[in-house]
């Protein structure tokens, strides 16, 4: 199933080249997890978190549920905004609510 930049929403999970990068940021090509809602006025614009398949159980990680196509965790010390269109983008699969609830309260924490 493909989606348009419009169809995309919270919880997707999407292939992303997320180069260039610098330091420890995550790079190349990788599955990542739409974390933001869609605002209009943003328009390209999105909140990521790159996926990993190395299991670390990380406190900031949240690991994604056996049922879905992609497997690993949720980097979310690694979130950023990036720009979906000009990086360009594959639709893979919608995460499960209980996957997005986990990272939002993580996402949570960071900043309280």
Do not use: W
Not at 3 to 25: A, M, R, W
Request: glycine share 6%; with cysteine.
């Amino acid at each position: 199933m493909k989606k348009s930049v419009n169809e995309l929403k919270q919880g997707d999970v999407v292939y992303i080249n997320l180069n260039p990068t610098k330091g420890h940021e995550q790079q190349g090509k990788r599955p990542c997890i739409i974390l933001g809602k869609r605002l209009p006025y943003l328009k390209n614009m999105v909140s990521v978190a790159p996926i990993t398949s190395k299991i670390k159980s990380f406190p900031l990680h949240v690991p994604l549920t056996k049922n879905m196509k992609i497997t690993g965790e949720i980097l979310l010390e690694h979130h950023r905004s990036i720009d979906i269109v000009s990086r360009g983008f594959d639709f893979v699969e919608e995460a499960p609510e209980e996957v997005i609830e986990e990272c939002l309260a993580k996402i949570n924490l960071i900043y309280k």
